[in-house]
């Protein structure tokens, strides 16, 4: 099993920043595919990013292209997700997840985090 916890939510002024961060326990993080999803209210939930294992391999959902940045630091067990210039748009809260495979469908994701909920005000 695997537990990922999520922090570094909060609310932000449109154009600010905020770095999230996941942090996985149980087994070794190492081997698996992570991926950020989003969900607003009354939406699905739905791709942000993923890195694969080794961190070579990144792909972004077309609506932050240029504005978020996913990594990872294996040592440390964590994910992170660095968002700039973040839009009204951008709120929702935000999941970290941990898959075997390279997907961006969050159906093929084993274990999740509790989500941290991004705000960003207009």
């Known amino acids: 099993q695997v537990q990922l916890v999520e922090s570094g939510g909060g609310l932000v002024q449109t154009g600010g920043s905020l770095r999230l961060s996941c942090t996985a326990s149980g087994r070794t993080h190492s081997i698996f595919d992570m991926g950020w999803f989003r969900q607003a209210p009354g939406k699905e939930r739905e791709f942000v990013a993923i890195?694969?294992?080794?961190?070579?391999?990144?792909n972004y959902a077309d609506s932050v292209k240029g504005r978020f940045s996913v990594s990872r630091d294996n040592a440390k067990k964590s994910v992170y997700l660095q968002m700039s210039s973040l839009k009204p748009e951008d709120t929702a809260v935000y999941y970290c997840?941990?898959?075997?495979?390279?997907?961006?469908?969050?159906?093929?994701?084993?274990?999740w985090g509790q989500g941290t909920q991004v705000t960003v005000s207009s």
């Open positions: 997840a941990a898959g075997s495979y390279y997907a961006t469908d969050a159906a093929e994701y084993d274990f």
């Open positions: 890195i694969n294992w080794t961190g070579d391999s990144i």
